[in-house]
């Protein structure tokens, strides 16, 4: 199994970023996928998912502002940013759990991240 997150870079506060993690070797309808960030000190942290059926879930700091998405032909999960704030920086993450995993399980895969850096 592979997940690759690419999409990240450079981006002035008040910009914006699409983020994309291609999935391959497992039966990507069947997961719900995830995106969390890392900031430098900082522990890893939940931003968004989306279920195997299309539902989604955020954190309080990116209502709003991020939206995430699937597309089950390309099997590719995508993290559309807006109004980036410096606090946004991190390394972005894509994980990918089984869908009949609770909410509560791990999740099974990880992609390698991507770096989101904001200027202010």
């Known amino acids: 199994v592979q997940l690759q997150a690419f999409g990240g870079g450079l981006v002035q506060a008040g910009g914006s970023l699409r983020l994309s993690c291609a999935a391959s070797?497992?039966?990507?309808?069947?997961?719900?996928m995830g995106w969390f960030r890392q900031a430098p000190g900082k522990e890893r942290e939940f931003v968004a998912t989306i279920t195997w059926s299309g539902g989604s879930t955020y954190a309080d700091f990116v209502k709003g502002r991020f939206t995430i998405s699937r597309d089950n032909v390309k099997n590719t999960v995508y993290l559309e940013m807006n109004s980036l704030k410096a606090e946004d920086t991190a390394i972005y993450y894509c994980?990918?759990?089984?869908?009949?995993?609770?909410?509560?399980?791990?999740?099974?895969?990880w992609g390698q991240g991507t770096q989101v850096t904001v200027s202010s």
């Open positions: 994980a990918a759990r089984w869908y009949l995993r609770g909410n509560k399980a791990d999740y099974d895969y």
């Open positions: 070797g497992l039966t990507f309808r069947s997961y719900n």
